[in-house]
């Protein structure tokens, strides 16, 4: 069914262009989530057809009431009438039950629907979407918007259709008591269309300011009062600056909300007032030609005629007032089909052959990456890693090391070059299978809430009690594990922080044992542990590296000596190469490196560190 604001120009020139465009597409992309559901929404129109017009039938018995029972004095027919009038109202009603619960049962599956394949299209995004999108916005859509699809299904389409079908079988049951009289109650009903022109003028704009500043009010949320966020702002001393961020939003929220409401309140007010004169309108006329013109017309045909006329009303009204709510809901589901429309930017290739044999092997062929156009990040990056051997990367903060391992899984795609995993570019690899042999230990490592166990059964589900012990005695976290009541049941807390950075990093490299990789990629922390978390740390990657295909982002000396080569970057190229003895004497970055950070980190690591430190956090 089209808009009944779009098709009958109800909106301000203001609106039109702030409104969402309704199309046909746009339609038929939402009637067709209603397609696996046709047979309940069959069931559904003919439950509303039925009730609608039974529902009707008491005031249609009403006449009949006083003209044939009451003016006629038969008991027999009032009494009749009386109990068919109760008996239409009864069924009326409890069709109105069914309805309204294969009413809600469709729409739950809807919004069940969409939930579920906005999540799994959220999953197949790239990492750019989720660092360029507010995760506010992303949690509005996924919660608060497709609630609101929920609500256009349960109350506004069937309100307009059971609306629609009441009114047009009140005007038929009209024009045949009595045609003058249902003219003028139905010329009153355009009069409803003056006041609809003026409360639908601001409330569109209202709408979009108020999801808006929803949307601010659930970012706030998400940065200030997550862990990370609170230490920030604690450590500060910004509660009160936050406070009043928060407040300010708030009461802007406040204000769009009120006058939100007041736009709707104002609108049913003389909508109410409008609805008291077409009544008297007709007992006048209705009278005038009872008295002069037919003595045909009865007091029971009159009386009918007003209580449709009643009837009529609230459709109408109902009618006129769901534009807005098909605006709402309309720029609801733009915006969610935003974001299904926005393609997964890294899939799988058509020809994706998946290879037999895993050696973890990688080559960079004139690599070149650019988040975005402006700035290139990685340029004309060449290098080999054989099976078996160890890279370590070495750079100032900034250069683009990390951007460079990341190109290895596909989080985000080369802009130039190529990236080969075992001989074969990796974006003519399957996906799962290029994933499931690399194995990232990063910089910032993420545990879920949860229990020590659960976040090791992430890497194998089906890895066994000896398999998880196994994996913590490699990775120095055993002793560690079993010192807790609770073992491996230990619950980490919320992203890991009940636990020291040390344990979490040695939590995350038991976490890759356990996934036993082709290739193992260790970002090492920048921040300092203390000398005996760093030696544990240490020991735990030693033995990685020796028996696998490494490539290590190292800020240590001591984990640059296990590499076979080191690769030195600076702003996005590859400036030395060579091992440590070649590149110690050279004089160049790598010598500068050396000289304020790597021996520095060594000499802090044999004394241990117990300054905090932020990215320590
Ligand atoms: P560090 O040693 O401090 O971790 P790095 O050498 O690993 O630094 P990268 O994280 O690779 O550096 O970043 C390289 C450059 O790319 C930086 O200038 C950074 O600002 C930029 N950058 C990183 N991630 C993004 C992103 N998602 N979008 C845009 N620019 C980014």
């Known amino acids: 069914m089209p808009p009944p604001g779009g098709r009958n120009g109800y909106l301000t020139e203001e609106e039109k262009k702030n409104k969402p465009k309704v199309t046909k597409e746009l339609l038929l992309r939402i009637f067709s989530y209603l397609k696996p559901y046709r047979k309940q929404f069959l069931l559904v129109l003919t439950a509303i057809l039925c009730s609608a017009v039974m529902s009707l039938m008491p005031s249609v018995l009403t006449g009949k009431i006083i003209d044939e029972g009451l003016i006629k004095q038969d008991l027999h027919k009032l009494i009749l009438f009386i109990l068919l009038s109760f008996g239409v109202t009864l069924a009326a009603n409890l069709i109105g039950i069914l309805e309204s619960y294969l009413n809600t049962w469709i729409a739950q599956h809807i919004t069940f629907d969409m939930r579920n394949a906005m999540y799994k299209h959220l999953q197949t995004m790239s990492q750019r979407f989720f660092t360029t999108n507010n995760q506010g916005d992303i949690i509005t859509r996924m919660t608060s918007d497709i609630s609101g699809v929920q609500q256009i299904i349960t109350n506004t389409l069937t309100s307009i259709l059971s609306n629609a079908i009441t009114l047009i079988a009140a005007l038929v049951l009209m024009f045949r008591e009595n045609w003058i009289l249902a003219l003028i109650g139905a010329l009153i009903v355009p009069l409803f269309t003056i006041p609809t022109r003026r409360a639908g003028k601001n409330r569109w704009e209202i709408t979009r300011e108020s999801q808006a500043c929803s949307d601010e009010i659930n970012g706030i949320l998400n940065e200030t009062l997550s862990v990370s966020g609170q230490l920030l702002v604690k450590l500060f001393g910004m509660e009160q600056h936050e406070y009043q961020r928060y407040e300010t939003v708030n009461r802007r929220m406040i204000h769009l909300n009120i006058r939100e409401s007041m736009a709707g309140r104002w609108f049913r007010m003389v909508l109410t007032t409008f609805t008291s004169i077409g009544p008297m309108l007709i007992y006048l006329v209705g009278g005038i030609i009872m008295m002069h013109y037919d003595p045909t017309l009865t007091v029971g045909q009159i009386t009918v005629l007003v209580a449709l006329l009643g009837r009529m009303y609230m459709p109408v009204n109902q009618l006129l007032n769901i534009q807005v709510d098909w605006i709402r809901s309309m720029a609801m589901f733009t915006r969610i089909f935003e974001y299904y429309d926005m393609p997964a930017e890294i899939t799988d290739d058509p020809?994706?052959?998946?290879?037999?044999?895993?050696?973890?092997?990688?080559?960079?062929?004139?690599?070149?990456?650019?988040?975005?156009p402006e700035r290139e990040i990685l340029k004309d990056i060449n290098f080999t890693l054989e099976k078996?051997?160890?890279?370590?990367?070495?750079?100032?903060?900034?250069?683009?090391?990390?951007?460079?391992?990341?190109?290895?899984?596909?989080?985000?795609?080369?802009?130039?070059?190529?990236?080969?995993?075992?001989?074969?570019?990796?974006?003519?690899?399957?996906?799962?299978?290029?994933?499931?042999?690399?194995?990232?230990?990063?910089?910032?490592?993420?545990?879920?809430?949860?229990?020590?166990?659960?976040?090791?059964?992430?890497?194998?589900?089906?890895?066994?009690?000896?398999?998880?012990?196994?994996?913590?005695?490699?990775?120095?976290?055993?002793?560690?594990?079993?010192?807790?009541?609770?073992?491996?049941?230990?619950?980490?807390?919320?992203?890991?922080?009940k636990l020291s950075g040390g344990e979490k990093q040695r939590i995350s490299i038991a976490r890759i044992l356990l996934k036993d990789p082709a290739l193992m990629i260790f970002d090492e922390a920048t921040s300092a542990l203390d000398s005996i978390s760093e030696q544990m740390i240490q020991d735990a990657i030693e033995p990685l590296i020796a028996s696998r295909t490494s490539i290590l982002i190292a800020h240590r000396l001591s984990t640059i000596l296990a590499a076979d080569e080191i690769l030195v970057i600076k702003d996005g190229e590859i400036a030395e190469r060579g091992t440590h003895s070649e590149l110690v004497g050279s004089g160049g970055v790598y010598t500068q490196l050396y000289e304020t950070q790597f021996r520095r980190a060594d000499s802090e690591a044999a004394q241990p560190d117990l300054s905090y430190t932020e990215g320590e956090a």
């Open 351 to 372: 020809d994706a052959v998946t290879p037999e044999d895993v050696r973890g092997e990688v080559e960079f062929r004139h690599v070149q990456f650019r988040y975005n």
């Open 388 to 497: 078996g051997k160890c890279v370590a990367i070495v750079g100032p903060s900034g250069s683009g090391k990390s951007t460079l391992v990341n190109l290895i899984p596909r989080l985000y795609d080369v802009t130039g070059g190529a990236v080969l995993f075992d001989g074969t570019d990796v974006r003519k690899l399957p996906l799962e299978f290029l994933r499931e042999h690399i194995g990232i230990v990063s910089q910032e490592t993420y545990l879920f809430n949860g229990t020590i166990r659960e976040n090791l059964l992430y890497a194998k589900p089906d890895a066994t009690e000896a398999e998880l012990i196994e994996a913590c005695k490699c990775a120095n976290i055993y002793e560690f594990v079993e010192k807790q009541e609770e073992g491996l049941d230990t619950v980490v807390g919320n992203r890991g922080l």
